[in-house]
């Protein structure tokens, strides 16, 4: 009797533990995974050097596979991406001076957007590249402030 109890909590944990996975084929719209905001980690791969800050993603209004990243790179660049699966594709744009081209992709829980890209000022010898990891923003504590959020 003690081996069916056992069996079952099991197979209840294992059941509780599937439906805390995100899977994007479950949503209606998979932009749903990434229409959001998110607090943004830069990595400048050159230099090493770090910086973060907010970006908001939200949908395309006129092609169901693109999302609009709104705060790309930290300067309120609004940058399309599209959408298959848990891939990311920043087809090459020119905005604003800047050309911007790279890719990446959503984690398998549907938290976090890691993306790769480079960007062109037309300025040095050849464009720079970036990782940005793209996190759920932290919720700070009442009475205290997140010091990144600020």
Do not use: W
Request: charged share 30%.
């Amino acid at each position: 009797m003690k081996k069916i109890k056992f069996i079952f909590a099991l197979l209840f944990v294992g059941a509780l533990l599937q439906s805390c996975t995100g899977d994007i084929e479950d949503l209606a719209d998979p932009r749903d995974a990434v229409a959001k905001k998110f607090r943004v980690l830069e990595t400048n791969k050159d230099d090493n050097s770090e910086r973060s800050y907010d970006d908001n993603i939200s949908k395309d209004a006129n092609d169901k596979t693109v999302v609009i990243f709104n705060n790309f790179h930290d300067e309120g660049l609004k940058v399309k991406a599209s959408l298959a699966g848990t891939i990311i594709t920043i087809s090459q744009q020119e905005i604003e001076g800047l050309k911007v081209v790279g890719g990446g992709s959503i984690s398998t829980n549907l938290k976090e957007v890691t993306l790769n890209y480079t960007v062109d000022d037309g300025t040095t010898e050849k464009p720079v590249a970036f990782e940005a990891v793209y996190s759920p923003p932290t919720v700070a504590k009442k009475g205290k402030k997140d010091k990144n959020l600020q």
